[in-house]
């Protein structure tokens, strides 16, 4: 089955303590991106990666790291979480280029920073 | 990408078809239509993307007005399990696969 997972689902945290949030995909898909959402905001890009070893900032990476080591993985990174990232994540994977359709999310990854 | 305007909320009776509108009104000729939807807070899902054509697949129905203006998602038999935020996108296809995302429309399916 075609999916991406995210792990944790749920998480929570002492401010400055690093933390990674996990995402894979079975498609092989190129492209890969990470999302925040938070209420009266919507969904905001934080990184992306069009493939292995090349990552860009979104709208949002002030606090984020990313890596894209293999084509199935992207991890997400935060250094020292602040409570200001208390949100809710999403990956998401799809092809890359011309034509391209679908996206692919992950089921989120609630995360609180206290 | 162009900038595009949902109506916030909307209801619709179970069994009937809802009808989603969508403005557009800046879209370029190289933009596609795309609509997502979001049931509660799990990952947002693809429903269907179109370029001026009208589109049909198993879950839905996208009609582009001929001048490519607007365009409305067509849920034809509407469920409870549609309850949903409906995000209307436009987007060139080639040019990176950023989706960015508006407000929405919050589709209410009443019994």
């Known amino acids: 089955e075609a999916q991406v997972t995210q792990n944790p689902r749920y998480l929570i945290t002492v401010t400055g303590k690093k933390l990674t949030v996990t995402c894979s995909q079975n498609?092989?898909?190129?492209?890969m991106s990470w999302y925040r959402q938070d209420p009266g905001l919507g969904l905001r890009q934080i990184y992306y990666s069009m493939n292995v070893e090349v990552t860009d900032k979104g709208d949002v990476p002030e606090g984020y790291k990313v890596s894209r080591k293999e084509k199935r993985n992207f991890p997400l990174i935060l250094e020292s979480p602040s409570p200001n990232q208390t949100s809710l994540y999403f990956c998401?994977?799809?092809?890359w280029g011309p034509g391209m359709a679908e996206a692919f999310f992950g089921q989120g990854t609630r995360l609180t920073v206290v | 990408d162009a900038k595009t305007t949902q109506p916030p909320s909307m209801d619709c009776a179970e069994g009937r078809a809802a009808n989603l509108p969508c403005n557009h009104s800046?879209?370029?000729?190289?933009?596609?239509v795309y609509w997502y939807r979001q049931i509660h807070s799990q990952g947002p899902q693809y429903i269907i993307h179109g370029l001026k054509n009208n589109e049909t697949n198993e879950m839905a129905s996208l009609i582009i007005t001929e001048d490519r203006k607007s365009s409305t998602l067509i849920l034809p038999h509407a469920t409870l399990r549609d309850t949903a935020v409906y995000y209307c996108i436009v987007r060139v296809n080639n040019a990176g696969n950023m989706l960015t995302f508006g407000g929405g429309t919050r589709l209410m399916v009443k019994p």
């Open positions: 800046t879209i370029s000729g190289n933009e596609y």
């Open positions: 498609m092989n898909h190129e492209y």
């Open positions: 998401a994977s799809s092809l």
